[in-house]
């Protein structure tokens, strides 16, 4: 690590070192009440008072020597002196961004103030990420600089190690995210690929969710969430494209991969159980009745369902939703048990005949 240490500054009166902090103090406030205020709309008399903020950050720093902390002010200041001029339009992203980069500058000038040195590298990193937004052509600007304040936030500084999760309008950290924020993000990338990927989600998802949540023993929704995901991506799988429930292998396949990660189990079992049958003649586990999870067999309904949508859609909403309310009326009492049919049932005389769901 590269430390700052700055003889003239370390040099002047404690009084003059504390006067320039509170100053600075004061200015990076003055910026956060900008942005703040500016989250309800562009006004420019707000956006001159942040670039005047940020001026005084840089004048502030110049002033005891501090050439280190006016390289990288300067250039937040330059980032945003295309926004004051009118030549780039104000987004919120872009306040947002100056507060979490003047903080990190705040960060280092108390450490400099109390014990006399400073991170270096940490600087240096910090104006790569603002030369990069500066560069970048104007329309990727609010991306990048939301991946900045991502990067900024997590302590490592680089973008590329931040995704920017545009089916769920977030970015994210590969090293900070969750489970299933990852789980989302490469599901969204499978739908850029693959568009039935997320059609089947829109379908299948919805359904489960309800009727897991009319069951009892409802499981926690991330759980139901992530099996619905990774049924999504077992459908590559599939050796006939038509069908309209899971094959074996891709249970297993499903099942398998949850398994192999701590805190999914319960996505697991519900994934194992998903093609059991009320009567007993299901597979893998051949089991019956009460001893298949509700959430399960929530789950295998509401995979057939959209299955069996996504093969009439082309016939129209009414055609599909009627064919695929049919067949699963069919099943009562040999795969699905009655009450998660009256429970399918109502869900759909309430909601999908009086609300078109795709």
């Not at 991969?257 to 319960?266: E, F, I, Q």
Request: hydrophobic share 45%; net charge negative; charged share 25%.
């Amino acid at each position: 690590m590269n430390q700052i240490s700055c003889e003239a500054f370390n040099e002047l009166e404690d009084e003059v070192k504390q006067e320039f902090y509170e100053d600075v103090q004061s200015a990076i406030k003055d910026i956060n009440e900008c942005a703040s205020t500016l989250e309800t709309g562009a006004d420019a008399a707000v956006i001159d008072r942040m670039f005047r903020a940020l001026h005084t950050v840089k004048g502030n720093c110049k002033m005891v020597f501090l050439e280190e902390f006016v390289t990288s002010s300067h250039k937040l200041e330059d980032l945003f002196s295309g926004i004051r001029s009118g030549e780039i339009d104000y987004q919120d992203i872009y306040g947002k961004f100056a507060v979490t980069a003047v903080n990190a500058i705040d960060i280092q000038l108390k450490t400099l103030v109390e014990t006399g040195s400073a991170d270096a590298d940490t600087l240096k990193k910090l104006e790569d990420i603002i030369d990069h937004i500066e560069v970048a052509p104007v329309e990727d600007r609010p991306h990048l600089a939301e991946k900045a304040i991502i990067a900024i936030q997590d302590g490592h500084f680089k973008l590329d190690l931040v995704a920017l999760d545009e089916g769920h309008g977030r970015a994210f950290s590969f090293l900070d995210a969750t489970d299933f924020e990852f789980f989302e993000f490469i599901s969204d990338k499978k739908a850029l690929i693959d568009p039935s990927h997320q059609a089947f989600i829109d379908i299948c998802e919805p359904l489960a969710m309800k009727l897991n949540a009319k069951l009892g023993q409802s499981i926690d929704e991330q759980q139901l969430r992530t099996a619905v995901i990774f049924v999504a991506f077992s459908r590559a799988l599939a050796s006939d494209s038509l069908a309209t429930m899971l094959e074996v292998e891709q249970v297993f396949f499903v099942s398998g991969l949850l398994n192999r990660m701590a805190g999914w189990s319960t996505a697991a079992e519900i994934a194992l159980q998903m093609i059991e049958k009320h009567d007993g003649t299901g597979a893998p586990l051949g089991i019956e009745g009460d001893k298949i999870m509700p959430a399960a067999q929530a789950l295998g309904l509401a995979t057939e369902f959209a299955l069996i949508v996504l093969q009439s859609k082309t016939k129209g909403y009414k055609q599909s939703l009627f064919s695929a309310v049919k067949l699963i009326n069919a099943q009562k009492d040999s795969r699905y048990k009655s009450r998660l049919i009256e429970r399918f049932n109502d869900v759909i005389k309430s909601e999908y005949l009086t609300t078109q769901m795709w």
